[in-house]
């Protein structure tokens, strides 16, 4: 680079069912990083696991149209210590474009599970967001589940139980399970794949579904009360965003209706009180450091009719999309969107201090 800029990659799409989402997230963290701090270079990949460096606008992210631009060329991030940055083909020649950290945009399976955070690591490349360890552990219900109840938060009656599992004939002590349950698949974001149950037909439906996704499911019974979440920054100091609360008109918070909120509201901040709110921002920051969370992570809750709290999921590359609850939460503390993605950058950048010394400077 021929100045001082930051050399920040931006990786956006994926090999994922929530392959969409993340192009309308990726397009509002390109539109809110401030140009006269970074170099933005734009890496994506598409729905079947191509990689390409894309040098269009991000309008063309959003609508997906980026792939068919004509500038784009394919590309690939270097393993190589030596040298950190991506590689793309020109031509019969290869390129090599340096970066200083990666800004990762992808939802769900193959990017949001560990992955991509393992390749990043093995290269040494700085990365906005929580490591491969922590990453593959949140994205895994039931293992997060486990850790969680470890370390002193309770969580829902459930049980966990694998295909094989299922097709031999072990129910893993479903019997045991009080109506309504939920139906998840293990390893699947943005509810893809979860159904409500209300008995057993329709249990044996949602596990069908659930198997469609993931080869390993959790079935857990419902909380009676409201689903509350805390958006966390930081590695070594926290900094926690407003609370807010999902009321439902009916059914549940599935993937549809995460993105219409058709006949739900999210209310900002969560209408609890001062005691139940710190509270619940104490249990939310103590299943952040129990999962090894780092960079930032939505922690999501659920608040019982009897007061009681309960650990739903935690989101380690939640939405970033205008009406997306991360960023609508930071805000509501007084972080607004490109203050944020300054601090998610440099936390980054925190074992580098010359590069933060840099985007500090700028």
């Not at 390749?119 to 990453?135: K, N, Q, T, Y």
């Not at 609370?243 to 999210?266: M, N, P, Q, V, W």
């Not at 209408?271 to 450091?289: N, P, S």
Request: net charge negative; glycine share 10%.
């Amino acid at each position: 680079m021929m100045n001082d800029k930051i050399a920040l990659g931006v990786l956006f799409g994926g090999a994922s069912t929530e392959y969409s989402v993340s192009l309308s997230s990726a397009a509002a963290v390109i539109r809110g990083l401030d140009r006269s701090k970074y170099d933005l270079i734009l890496i994506g990949i598409t729905r079947d696991g191509r990689w390409l460096r894309y040098f269009g606008g991000e309008d063309d992210i959003r609508d997906d149209r980026w792939a068919a631009h004509p500038g784009c060329a394919p590309a690939f991030l270097s393993p190589d210590r030596s040298r950190q940055g991506l590689f793309e083909l020109a031509g019969t020649e290869y390129r090599f474009t340096p970066l200083d950290a990666v800004f990762p945009v992808l939802h769900g399976r193959n990017g949001e599970d560990g992955t991509l955070q393992g390749l990043l690591e093995l290269a040494d490349l700085p990365f906005v967001g929580c490591g491969s360890l922590s990453s593959a552990v949140c994205m895994d219900k039931a293992v997060a589940k486990t850790l969680v109840e470890a370390a002193g938060v309770r969580v829902p009656p459930a049980v966990t139980l694998t295909a094989a599992q299922w097709a031999a004939g072990d129910r893993g002590g479903l019997e045991r399970l009080a109506y309504p349950v939920y139906v998840k698949p293990a390893r699947s974001g943005s509810s893809i794949g979860i159904t409500k149950a209300h008995g057993p037909a329709e249990l044996e439906a949602g596990i069908a579904e659930a198997l469609r996704h993931d080869d390993k499911l959790v079935v857990e019974t419902h909380v009676d009360g409201v689903e509350i979440g805390c958006a966390v920054l930081g590695g070594t100091e926290f900094f926690a965003g407003e609370l807010d609360e999902i009321e439902l008109a009916g059914g549940f918070f599935d993937h549809d209706e995460k993105y219409s909120l058709r006949t739900s509201a999210i209310h900002l901040p969560a209408r609890i009180g001062e005691a139940k709110t710190a509270e619940a921002r104490e249990t939310a920051l103590r299943i952040y450091r129990a999962l090894g969370c780092s960079g930032y992570a939505r922690v999501d809750l659920f608040l019982a009719s009897d007061g009681t709290l309960y650990f739903n999921e935690v989101n380690t590359i939640p939405g970033f999309t205008p009406a997306s609850r991360y960023p609508n939460m930071m805000r509501a503390a007084g972080l607004d969107f490109p203050d944020l993605l300054d601090r998610l950058v440099a936390e980054a950048l925190r074992g580098r201090p010359a590069v933060q010394a840099r985007l500090t400077a700028l």
